[in-house]
Structure formats: structure tokens, C-alpha cells
């Protein structure tokens, strides 16, 4: 294992001002955004769409990091240059999705496994080979009625302790990624329980499985209601819970957080993290973003109904906030 390029990605990924692009949605939810905003799903759509979003000029100061799907590291840019190298020449690592999906956990209705361990080394080497210098594995898990059980949380625990694993070994930084999701009626609590709890069983498997740390990304959700609760609280307590618990239940030698938005608004997503970075306290890591919707959603409708510069303008947009966010310096009249 390469410790010092690990540690030199990984503290690239979430350097002063910088965050990463999740722009990995496989082909079918890919397709699905498409369909939604009225444009024809195709390989083509789907590579014309998301080239456009890399040109944007002048990203690079926000974004330090972009992940790509399967299709997308082989596809090319319109000029024939190939997207990875495309994004490297620019400053950005190109970063791969390597799960296979969320697939139903046996005897555990409403559950999800995330697969993809088959074949993963030889598949980071490949991506390696690409350009590729980190990887994303998402768990996902579900609060409900007996929800989530230990199954799902040791599994997918493991699962994402041997995938992070299997990347370093290969040169990728993995970002580790339990999403606990915000659809229900559980309160924040919850969510923070739920949270910790995963995060425990996350990292008490990384360690048996030799993972370091310091050459390692977490993309947690933050403490959030769901939301079906009656009680949505304000952004100053979901702040406050987040940093709580994350304090409480990661590793302090890991160098980063890496938020997803998880169906957040892109302004709370933004204020969220301006909040915690604004805090009157040093955090033991950099606190930064992994945002998909949160910095693509209105980029997508408006290329869909646009045009590709106002597309880019968009993107453009969202990001320069949430760089703004990584020092506390974002405010809501920016967003005017
Ligand atoms: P969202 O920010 O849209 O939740 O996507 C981030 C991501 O990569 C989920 O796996």
C-alpha cells in the first residue's frame, strides 16, 4: 500500500476551499433525471450533458474531485479527449463509483446489501490505469419499523471496510460512504443514533480489516429529521448534531468528511455546511462536500431547457457557494 500518494489524494480531495462533484448516478437514475427534465436517455445524452458540466471554466478552485460512473470514465470529451484525462489536465482527480448497487438483504424485507466485491481489485486496478485516483462504495440504510436491524448494519459495514481496503491497495482513495436516508417520519435523533451506530460498526470493520485511515474519505449524511417528521428543527441544531456525532464516532486522524446532500435544497445543503465550518471550534477534519443533487439539480433543468452556458453558469453557481461554505463564508444574500 502507497500510505504517502493515499494521504497526498486525500488531503487534495478536501483542500482549503475544495469539494467533490458526485456525478455517478448510474445509467438507470442517470436516465430517470433525463426522462424527468424532458430529454431523451441515451449514452450520448448522458455524455453531451455531463462534458458540458466539466468545460465549465473556472471550477476548479471549488472542485478538487469529480466521480465518474463505469460509462462515463470511458467516454470522451466533444473534442475527442478522454473525460478522465480531460479532468486531470485541469487540476481535478477523477474518481470512480465501484458498487454494483443496493440489492435486497435476504430475510430482511425493505433492506438493502451493497454489492460489487467480485472482481474489484482487478476492476481498481483498471480505473487506476484510467486515471482514476479514488473510488466511492454508498451503503444505504433505512430507519422504519425494525428498521435498520443488525444485519444490515454489519454487512454493509463490512462490505465497505473490505471494498476501502481492496482501493488502497490499488492507489484509490476510497470514500466510505453509509448513507442513512432521509425518507420517514423518524425524528433527528434518530437519525443520530442510527448514524453513530453505523459509523461504529464502519469503522470498528475497517480496522480489523487493516484500513488507514489517513488515506481515507467519509461521506456521511448529516443529522437530519426525516422528512415526514412533524418536527424539521432549524439548520443551527442539524448543524450542531452533526458535528456532535461525528465528533463522537470517527476517527480524528481520518482527513476528511465529504457530506452527501441526500434530497436536501441545494441552500440547505450550502447552509448546513457553512454552519459547521463557521463554528467556534477547530474540527478534527476538514469538513467538505460530496454533493450530486445539491450542485447539479438546477444545472440539469436548465440544461434540459437552456442553454449549455447556462447550464455551466448554474453548476458554476452552486459550486462557488459551497467553497464559500467550507470557511463559514457563505450568506444568503449571495444567493440573490
Ligand atoms: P446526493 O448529494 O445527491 O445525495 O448524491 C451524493 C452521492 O453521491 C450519493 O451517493
Request: with cysteine.
Amino acid at each position: 500500500m502507497d500510505t504517502e500518494l493515499l494521504e497526498r489524494t486525500a488531503r487534495e480531495l478536501v483542500a482549503p476551499g475544495r469539494g467533490i462533484l458526485a456525478a455517478d448516478e448510474s445509467n438507470g437514475t442517470m436516465s430517470n433525471r433525463l426522462a424527468a427534465v424532458g430529454v431523451e436517455p441515451s449514452s450520448e445524452t448522458r455524455r453531451a450533458y455531463r462534458s458540458n458540466i466539466f468545460a465549465t471554466s473556472g471550477y476548479q478552485s471549488a472542485i478538487s474531485g469529480v466521480i465518474l460512473f463505469d460509462e462515463t470514465i470511458r467516454q470522451k470529451m466533444s473534442d475527442g479527449t478522454p473525460i478522465p484525462e480531460y479532468l486531470a489536465s485541469r487540476g481535478v482527480h477523477p474518481g470512480i463509483k465501484v458498487d454494483t448497487g443496493a440489492k435486497e438483504l435476504a430475510h430482511h424485507s425493505g433492506e438493502k446489501i451493497t454489492e460489487g466485491l467480485d472482481g474489484l481489485r482487478e476492476r481498481c486496478a483498471e480505473y487506476f490505469a484510467m486515471g482514476a485516483r479514488f473510488a466511492k462504495w454508498r451503503a444505504v440504510i433505512r430507519i422504519g419499523e425494525g428498521m435498520p436491524s443488525d444485519a444490515n448494519l454489519s454487512t454493509n459495514a463490512h462490505a465497505l471496510a473490505r471494498y476501502a481496503a481492496i482501493c488502497q491497495e490499488q492507489g484509490l482513495v476510497p470514500i466510505i460512504e453509509p448513507e442513512v436516508l432521509m425518507d420517514g417520519e423518524h425524528d433527528a435523533q434518530t437519525c443520530y443514533d442510527v448514524t453513530a451506530r453505523i459509523l461504529d460498526e464502519t469503522f470498528a470493520a475497517c480496522e480489523v480489516q487493516g484500513v488507514h485511515i489517513p488515506g481515507a474519505l467519509l461521506k456521511p449524511n448529516m443529522i437530519l429529521p426525516g422528512k415526514s417528521c412533524s418536527d424539521q428543527g432549524n439548520r443551527e441544531q442539524a448543524a450542531q448534531l452533526t458535528v456532535d456525532c461525528l465528533t463522537n464516532h470517527v476517527p480524528h486522524n481520518l482527513p476528511g468528511i465529504v457530506f452527501l446532500s441526500g434530497g436536501q435544497s441545494d441552500e440547505d445543503a450550502t447552509a448546513h455546511l457553512n454552519l459547521m465550518n463557521g463554528m467556534d471550534v477547530e474540527h478534527p477534519w476538514q469538513l467538505s462536500y460530496s454533493y450530486g443533487r445539491a450542485l447539479l439539480a438546477h444545472a440539469l433543468q436548465t440544461w434540459a431547457s437552456g442553454s449549455n452556458e447556462d447550464s455551466q453558469g448554474a453548476f458554476a453557481h452552486r459550486a462557488a457557494m459551497n467553497s464559500l461554505a467550507r470557511t463559514g463564508d457563505w450568506s444568503a444574500e449571495l444567493e440573490v
